[in-house]
């Protein structure tokens, strides 16, 4: 007996359907799937993020369930990207979690995908939404077709990469003069840097948002960083530090890290993300992008870390051979697709 085909939920309508049962024993693409969390702790993950979409007036989940009561075939949530809807002055939404049943035949499956992805442009369409985004593994081809065939587009390629910390020779934290956490009046020199430093991102890559300031998103990164965390407003940005490299008192480069309590807790072990890897042209190649990166290899060492991942685009050979020669290992593909609507 159908129960019902696609049907959106609410928080309570997916504890109600059996959602965190069911995501134990789904097929569900993590990012991070190659740290091996438990997959308890996967799927405890997956239901947070299902679960605050839910509530959230301006995302939408979705489960296809069809057959006896409790039976689910796949889940999709649709949720507003805050950041990107504010930056670009339109609404900006992206596709994800997309868990699926391991019982279903994969043809059946590739159709429910199918109708569950029009269902997510209509509802995205009808709610004024002009771009809709998908990140996902580059080996998921199955689904890499099923978006392009309906409209879907590549606009970027991502390498991620991943460093075991093991304990080091330091045994306390010291902050040599040459390093120090990045300021306001760094701000000029650090904007200046970031424009045109990353020519392979989706935000320049994809024609519509570089006309609508795609350049500018680092630029606006770097300047949430500084001003959010003095100010405790942004959470992101609270548990970012984004440290300068000076030289001759000049701001050289920058980096970011960052540490986030649910990836700590999905792993069971502390971890950090790099993020904003930049050298000012006139400084690279001497060696200005190694010491950043050590240097937070360092910091995070220290605050008991573990692991770190890094990311980069595919084709930024600077980037790749300078995460590859402080350590890190590619460990990942992804890709980002987007369709404007
Ligand atoms: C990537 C970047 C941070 C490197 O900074 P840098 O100070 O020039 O790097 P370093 O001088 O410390 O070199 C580190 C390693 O990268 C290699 N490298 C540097 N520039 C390179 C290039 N253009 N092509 C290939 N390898 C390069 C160096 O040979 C060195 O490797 P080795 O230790 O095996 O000899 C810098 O090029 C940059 O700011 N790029 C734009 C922003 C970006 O792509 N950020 C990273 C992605 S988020």
């Known amino acids: 007996m159908t129960v019902c085909a696609i049907r959106e939920d609410s928080?309570?309508?997916l504890d109600r359907a059996g959602l965190l049962p069911w995501l134990e024993r789904t097929r569900a693409e993590w990012f991070l799937e190659y740290l091996a969390p438990s997959a308890g702790a996967k799927a405890r993950h997956l239901y947070q993020r299902f679960m605050s979409v839910a509530r959230n007036p301006a995302g939408r989940v979705t489960v296809h369930a069809e057959g006896g009561p409790g039976e689910i075939q796949a889940a999709l949530a649709v949720e507003r990207l805050a950041w990107d809807s504010l930056h670009f002055g339109m609404e900006c939404a992206r596709l994800g979690p997309y868990c699926t049943a391991e019982n279903v035949d994969p043809s059946r499956l590739a159709s429910i995908h199918a109708e569950m992805l029009e269902d997510a442009i209509a509802w995205t369409a009808a709610k004024n939404f002009r771009l809709l985004q998908r990140r996902l593994l580059a080996s998921n081809a199955d689904e890499i077709r099923a978006l392009e065939?309906?409209?879907f587009s590549q606009a970027d390629r991502l390498i991620t990469?991943?460093?075991v910390l093991r304990d080091g020779a330091e045994s306390a934290c010291s902050d040599p003069p040459y390093f120090r956490q990045a300021a306001p009046d760094d701000l000029p020199a650090l904007a200046r840097m970031a424009r045109g430093a990353f020519p392979l991102s989706r935000f320049v890559r994809d024609e519509r948002l570089r006309e609508a300031g795609g350049a500018e998103v680092y630029v606006?990164?770097?300047e949430n960083l500084v001003v959010a965390r003095r100010s405790r407003l942004d959470v992101k940005a609270a548990e970012t530090e984004l440290v300068v490299c000076a030289v001759d008192g000049r701001p050289a480069g920058c980096l970011a890290f960052r540490r986030d309590g649910t990836v700590d807790d999905l792993l069971g072990w502390p971890f950090a993300t790099l993020e904003l890897v930049l050298v000012d042209p006139e400084f690279r190649g001497r060696g200005v992008g190694r010491r950043l990166v050590e240097e937070a290899m360092r910091r995070c060492r220290c605050a008991g870390v573990r692991g770190m991942e890094a990311s980069t685009w595919s084709g930024a050979d600077a980037a790749l051979r300078l995460y590859q020669?402080?350590?890190?290992?590619?460990?990942?593909?992804?890709?980002?697709?987007?369709?404007?609507?």
Not at 328 to 341: C, K, S
């Open 161 to 163: 990469l991943h460093a």
């Open 11 to 13: 928080a309570e309508g």
């Open 325 to 341: 020669s402080t350590g890190f290992q590619p460990r990942a593909e992804l890709l980002t697709l987007h369709r404007w609507i």
């Open 149 to 151: 065939r309906l409209g």
């Open 220 to 222: 606006k990164w770097i």
